[in-house]
């Protein structure tokens, strides 16, 4: 089977191989409760639109581009079309991105047959195959571990057609799809042009003008036609998101980058042996030089784009293959101007043993460093749990409401995918009108920031998801919905229970389903009508509630678990754990 293989085809099969496997093994002792995540469904929701006829929108005859990925969107579409389910099949898939992201960086490491090549070969290779924060993305079930994949392998394309002096058509090929996986493929677009005209030699000019045809060309064609389809420049999740620059969305974007250098560890040493390089006046690599220039240009993007809600560094983990490449490569700089290469390689060759273990300690403090600087961002596991959650409610609506039922809430992802209704995004990043809302960014969590309360209210939708519950038991009504700002909650949800409308023109009900309750705010003239029998106005006890979130918000986040597990003991009343945890400052 192998006797038309050649050398290096056999060398990154095995490399890929060995990274699945250690991929699969590590999720399947430790990180079995990573699953997919509430906006990955957002995505899907889109998808199954498209393959039902209904054009790529969230809610038919709305044309709102509230997904990110439009290549993500259009393989999941596939997915669905031949009946697969997109949540296996999307981690599947990240699976194997992750898998060639190790195995790319292997072959590209141990070009030379020598031992230190080697070693940075393989340490490449087992710290991304068991990399947290890779691992955590990949089973959410959303494009980042995807687009990360096209962001390293345009990388390494570029370095492989500058040293032979060929057309970037791969390269070009690469950065187009990497711009139809995120936006900030316009980002690595612009750096490689400018990695073009600073390294491309003589024939850099016309370089530039192939790379700019093949990438520019069909992303102007599909520029166009998203033009046309949705009527703005920018998607409907930046205008939500982002709205307009300003110094305090920068400055929340600063603060997010250095977190996330320090959470990995390995941008921090890049930055260090970069300035002792420049100290040094020692020449950087080819390879290197790429891999600065795009890391430079993304970590632009993620400074003006305001950083990310959610954590493990979703938004930095596209450039850290190319950040732990470019720290290789300065230190070898380090080491040939410095330092005796040739005494590391008798070491090695003398005691190679003992150096393998310090390569798997230094991998292990790594990512055991990068598990403990991101712990508190419990609103990775918290999300997960909310999804679960939503995923049930969505089920559990689609049975027990009409089909022409509207619903405003938060947490858009499952429960529109799982209820086929009309869902409104509270947060807007599926809604025209509150996208366009203007209100500062910058100040709160990033893209939890807008809200239009007099406008949802006016599309008068039959449920409110906010401050919704599940469990045994009926639940009581909000305290917050008697007016007061609680401090934790976010401004959307605090301004939609001070509106005075929400308590003439809605009821808080239970939805009894089996065994379990659900709890929403419906709107009155729909209470009792068909498709609502099985809905029961919920019990007043707005003091007794109001009483409870006063102690639970004065406690810290350890001893608010606490309470609410006491709570749940003592009332038989339902808490919504993870919801109030992950609407905790940190």
Not at 121 to 131: E, H
Not at 179 to 190: K, T, V, Y
């Amino acid at each position: 089977m192998h006797a038309g293989m050649n050398k290096t085809t056999r060398r990154f099969l095995l490399a890929f191989f060995v990274a699945l496997a250690i991929s699969i093994f590590i999720h399947g002792s430790i990180l079995r409760k990573y699953t997919i995540y509430d906006d990955a469904y957002i995505t899907y929701r889109y998808s199954k639109n498209l393959v039902n006829g209904f054009g790529p929108v969230w809610n038919i005859g709305e044309y709102v581009e509230g997904y990110t990925s439009f290549l993500h969107m259009i393989l999941m579409a596939g997915v669905i079309a031949i009946r697969r389910d997109p949540a296996r099949i999307s981690q599947g898939l990240s699976l194997i991105c992750l898998a060639l992201i190790s195995a790319l960086g292997y072959l590209r490491l141990t070009k030379k047959p020598d031992p230190l090549a080697k070693i940075s070969g393989v340490s490449f290779l087992l710290y991304f195959a068991s990399c947290p924060a890779m691992l955590a993305w990949s089973f959410h079930g959303m494009e980042t571990v995807i687009f990360a994949a096209l962001v390293f392998g345009t990388t390494l394309a570029l370095e492989s057609e500058l040293r032979r002096q060929k057309m970037p058509i791969l390269s070009g090929i690469l950065t187009f799809l990497a711009a139809l996986a995120r936006p900030e493929g316009i980002a690595l677009g612009a750096a490689i042009g400018l990695a073009i005209l600073l390294m491309g030699g003589q024939k850099k000019w016309k370089m530039a003008v192939i790379f700019a045809a093949v990438a520019g060309i069909p992303f102007m064609i599909y520029f166009a036609w998203r033009y046309s389809y949705y009527g703005y420049l920018f998607p409907n999740t930046y205008y939500a998101k982002v709205g307009r620059l300003s110094y305090r969305l920068a400055e929340r974007g600063l603060n997010y980058l250095i977190r996330c250098m320090f959470g990995f560890i390995v941008p921090v040493l890049m930055v260090v042996a970069f300035l002792v390089v420049r100290n040094l006046k020692v020449k950087i690599g080819l390879g290197t030089g790429i891999q600065l220039i795009v890391i430079l240009a993304m970590s632009g993007q993620i400074v003006l784009s305001g950083g990310d809600y959610l954590g493990f560094g979703r938004f930095y983990l596209p450039i850290l293959p190319s950040a732990v490449m470019a720290l290789i490569g300065l230190c070898k700089a380090m080491g040939m101007a410095k330092w005796n290469l040739d005494s590391w390689r008798q070491t090695f060759l003398a005691k190679p043993n003992r150096v393998w273990v310090k390569v798997a300690c230094l991998i292990f403090v790594l990512n055991f460093f990068n598990v403990v600087f991101f712990v508190n961002h419990l609103r990775v596991i918290g999300g997960i749990r909310l999804t679960q959650g939503w995923e049930y409610t969505g089920k559990m609506l689609a049975q027990n409401t009409p089909q022409d039922v509207s619903i405003a809430t938060l947490g858009i992802g499952a429960v529109g995918y799982f209820s086929g209704r009309t869902v409104i995004d509270v947060l807007g990043l599926t809604d025209e009108t509150i996208a366009h809302t203007d209100l500062p960014t910058g100040s709160g969590y990033p893209g939890h920031e807008k809200y239009n309360t007099k406008y949802l209210l006016s599309r008068k939708p039959d449920i409110i998801m906010v401050c919704n519950r599940g469990g045994p038991f009926p639940a009581f009504e909000c305290l917050c919905s008697k007016g007061k700002k609680v401090g934790g909650i976010l401004d959307a949800a605090n301004d939609i229970f001070a509106n005075p409308a929400l308590k003439w023109m809605y009821i808080y009900a239970n939805l009894h389903v089996g065994d379990q309750y659900l709890s929403f705010y419906v709107l009155r003239d729909r209470l009792g009508k068909p498709g609502f029998e099985n809905w029961a106005p919920a019990p007043d006890a707005d003091q007794p509630c109001a009483k409870v979130l006063q102690d639970f918000t004065s406690l810290n986040r350890r001893d608010k678990i606490k309470f609410l597990r006491k709570k749940l003991k003592e009332e038989g009343q339902t808490f919504d754990l993870w919801d109030f945890i992950i609407n905790q400052n940190n």
